[in-house]
């Protein structure tokens, strides 16, 4: 599924698997995030499970984002970092809307 934009000279797409790099790479900034849980690929992308998935409706896009923490970090704190800053990248650089972002620490890491 892709998001539609509607330009003067035609309509503008922006992928779902545009959406999901902008989202790891946003993820993986954000200080204290050990990595995600699992790969991003085509496969998991098409499969379903991989740590970053999208549903996009009606021009507006809903996230899960698997992560790992580091050791010693505030668990909490850094997961609200990560959907402030998946939020803020997408909506900056596609121009989608965001309704949600939700972040599953899926293990520490040592």
Same mark, same amino acid.
């Given at each position: 599924?892709?998001?539609?934009?509607?330009?003067? =000279?035609?309509?503008? /797409?922006?992928? #779902?698997?545009?959406?999901?790099?902008?989202?790891?790479?946003?993820?993986?900034?954000? /200080?204290?995030?050990?990595?995600? =849980?699992?790969?991003? $690929?085509?496969?998991?992308?098409?499969?379903?499970?991989?740590?970053?998935?999208? /549903?996009?409706? #009606?021009?507006? !896009? !809903?996230?899960?984002?698997?992560?790992?923490?580091?050791?010693?970090?505030?668990?909490?704190?850094?997961? *609200?970092?990560? *959907?402030?800053?998946? /939020?803020?990248?997408?909506?900056?650089?596609?121009?989608?809307?965001?309704?949600?972002? $939700?972040?599953?620490?899926?293990?520490?890491?040592?």
């Amino acid at each position: 599924m892709d998001n539609v934009k509607k330009a003067s =000279s035609g309509a503008l /797409k922006i992928s #779902e698997d545009v959406i999901i790099t902008v989202a790891k790479l946003a993820a993986l900034d954000v /200080k204290g995030v050990a990595g995600l =849980s699992g790969e991003v $690929n085509k496969l998991s992308k098409l499969k379903q499970n991989g740590p970053i998935k999208v /549903k996009v409706y #009606e021009d507006v !896009a !809903a996230l899960d984002i698997k992560i790992k923490v580091k050791s010693g970090v505030k668990t909490i704190q850094v997961a *609200q970092d990560v *959907q402030s800053a998946v /939020k803020e990248s997408i909506q900056t650089m596609t121009g989608v809307a965001v309704a949600r972002v $939700n972040v599953i620490v899926d293990g520490v890491v040592y």
